[in-house]
């Protein structure tokens, strides 16, 4: 069973990926967080297998909190983003020059309403 944490300030991307995710029976979501402040608390709390994260969130950008939970409490990472397609090159320039080893590539959260669910 892979342990999912959803990390994204929008209610309805929340709820979206919740119900997507659960209809694979290898996944369970263990938890949902608004900010990086609480899904802090949660991925200590929960322990998730992998966490999904929205870029711009209030409080603390997503690039900040992934710096940070890397160093501290390295886990793998979806990087979801509805920013502008220059603004996404340029947060998938710094996630890459960031975390280049670790880096797998990246997922459109457009996309999640223009077809239900596609990565």
């Keep these: 069973m892979i342990k999912v944490l959803i990390v994204d300030d929008s209610a309805v991307v929340r709820k979206v990926l919740s119900e997507e995710l659960t209809r694979y029976p290898d996944i ?11 899904a802090r ?23 900040s ?25 340029n947060a998938l320039c710094c996630i890459y020059a960031r975390f280049s080893k670790n880096f797998h590539g990246f997922y459109v959260k457009q996309r999640i309403k223009n077809c239900g669910f596609c990565f």
């Design 28 to 38: 369970q979501i263990v938890g949902t967080a608004v900010d990086p402040y609480m």
């Design 41 to 63: 608390d949660k991925i200590v709390k929960l322990r998730p297998d992998v966490i999904t994260l929205d870029l711009e969130m209030p409080r603390m950008d997503g690039l």
């Design 65 to 89: 909190f992934l710096a940070k939970l890397m160093k501290f409490y390295p886990l793998p990472v979806v990087v979801l983003s509805s920013l502008t397609p220059k603004n996404s090159q």
